[in-house]
């Protein structure tokens, strides 16, 4: 089963980049503009071209006031030659040999509520029935860019690992430090996460019993939490992702 999981790994410069009148955003509608997507438990199965591909969803935005026509291209970053790729844009899937989409979308001048303009990337782990299956990770870089100004563009890295240890889970989703400890009502956790759907906190008081879930908005920063409903004393909280539990740490509640 194919699990899909993000991560953002911030906006970075792209060789050439005079102007940015596109972005990219995840089917949850976060902004991974110029930044990557990590897929992982990729089947290392998936056989070419009669098998389901793996196939994540993008949607591509513009966010000036002029409508503009858009293509997509790929660029190999890791392809291991056993597998197999291609990708859909502007209502056409192409074949694996095309890099360049021959068809281009027009989008809306700030379009950016509707998402009808989908890039979707197809993946598949084996290129014939014939070779090994698949283990490792495959990197591929997706640029949309403007008809007529290639500079004026916008890019997503997508990873497609069969990978799923625990440690490719801690070094794509930490909380990097809490603080005041010890706090009297309000705590501050600074972290890092892929997936807003799949990373939680669970604060438990010292009998194991849960007194608190803490839920992610966002997929980086600082997020704050009211404690001043429990007494004081000693809580310890756990840090879940994908259903794992990566960290424990004490809280000490004092007033």
Not at 124 to 137: L, Y
Not at 163 to 190: C, H, M, Q, W
Not at 201 to 230: E, M, N, P, Q, W
């Amino acid at each position: 089963m194919k699990k899909i999981y993000l991560f953002l790994v911030g906006i970075l410069c792209y060789e050439g980049l005079s102007a940015q009148s596109l972005q990219i955003l995840d089917e949850s509608l976060n902004n991974l503009t110029n930044g990557s997507y990590s897929i992982y438990d990729v089947d290392p199965t998936i056989t070419w071209p009669l098998d389901q591909p793996v196939e994540p969803k993008f949607y591509v935005v513009n966010t000036t006031s002029s409508t503009i026509n858009v293509y997509v291209k790929k660029i190999y970053l890791n392809v291991p030659a056993t597998t197999e790729n291609q990708f859909c844009w502007a209502s056409l899937c192409y074949n694996p040999n095309t890099f360049i989409s021959t068809n281009s979308q027009l989008i809306g001048a700030n379009d950016t509520t509707s998402y009808a303009d989908v890039l979707k990337p197809q993946f598949f782990s084996k290129i014939n029935s014939s070779v090994s299956d698949f283990a490792g990770t495959a990197s591929i870089r997706y640029v949309a860019y403007v008809d007529g100004n290639p500079n004026d563009s916008a890019y997503i890295d997508v990873h497609f690992s069969t990978l799923a240890s625990v440690e490719n889970i801690k070094e794509n989703n930490k909380i990097t430090g809490f603080y005041p400890n010890p706090a009297r009502d309000v705590v501050t956790f600074n972290y890092q996460i892929e997936n807003t759907h799949d990373a939680y906190l669970s604060i438990f008081d010292l009998t194991g019993s849960k007194v608190k879930d803490i839920r992610f908005t966002s997929l980086s920063g600082s997020l704050k939490t009211d404690l001043s409903a429990l007494k004081p004393g000693v809580y310890f909280y756990t840090f879940y992702v994908r259903g794992k539990a990566l960290s424990t740490k004490r809280i000490v509640i004092a007033r």
